[in-house]
């Protein structure tokens, strides 16, 4: 599972900046033009978003779509993964804002997990034994489970006080500079952006 990869822009449209996928799923609903704005509007959109994650490669996606696009159980699927988006969500602001994790979201997450496993494997890489994730969807509301466990990964290992906002766009992600300085979901998108509207502003 391509969890602990950190990208900026793989496939149009998607931004990778978060330092989780689980946070990076959230933030496919970005405030552009100071409005909230859906990324994921089918489907297909979500197969596209999960081959820009690595969680699935491009032959896979298509043979996936293939077989359950315009199906009810393709609906249910992309219900169920904004749902999740958006408890997930909700909840990420709430530790930006100092709160705990509520125990109606860890009941939520456990519930889950608990119906969508994700099989391990132990390999042998570069002479070093780790544990590899083996995601191998068979059905549209299989996809919920890398998300789960990147969740669950996220809520267990990041320092909440680290989770910040851009403050341009508002997109999440997990501040790992020394200083705890980071501003921006990425210098050469907003960062940039910001810096050259303060010079313009300077020489105006």
Not at 30 to 55: G, H, I, N, S, Y
Not at 90 to 99: F, N
């Amino acid at each position: 599972m391509a969890g602990k990869r950190q990208r900026t822009a793989p496939a149009p449209g998607f931004l990778f900046v978060a330092g989780n996928p689980a946070l990076d799923f959230v933030n496919t609903r970005p405030m552009l033009r100071a409005q909230p704005t859906e990324l994921l509007k089918d489907f297909a959109d979500v197969l596209r978003w999960f081959v820009a994650a690595q969680f699935l490669d491009r032959t896979s996606s298509a043979k996936f779509r293939k077989r359950w696009a315009d199906s009810p159980e393709a609906l249910a699927s992309l219900r169920q993964l904004l749902g999740f988006r958006e408890q997930l969500r909700r909840q990420i602001l709430a530790l930006e804002s100092q709160k705990a994790v509520s125990k109606k979201t860890l009941s939520y997450l456990n519930r889950l997990l608990a119906g969508h496993p994700l099989p391990a494997r132990l390999v042998l890489f570069k002479g070093t034994l780790r544990r590899e994730h083996r995601f191998q969807p068979r059905k549209p509301e299989d996809l919920l489970a890398p998300l789960l466990h990147a969740a669950a990964e996220m809520f267990t290992s990041f320092d909440p006080r680290r989770l910040r906002q851009c403050e341009s766009c508002f997109l999440h992600f997990h501040d790992t500079t020394k200083n705890t300085a980071r501003r921006w979901c990425s210098m050469k998108l907003c960062g940039n952006r910001a810096k050259v509207a303060k010079y313009a502003a300077r020489h105006r």
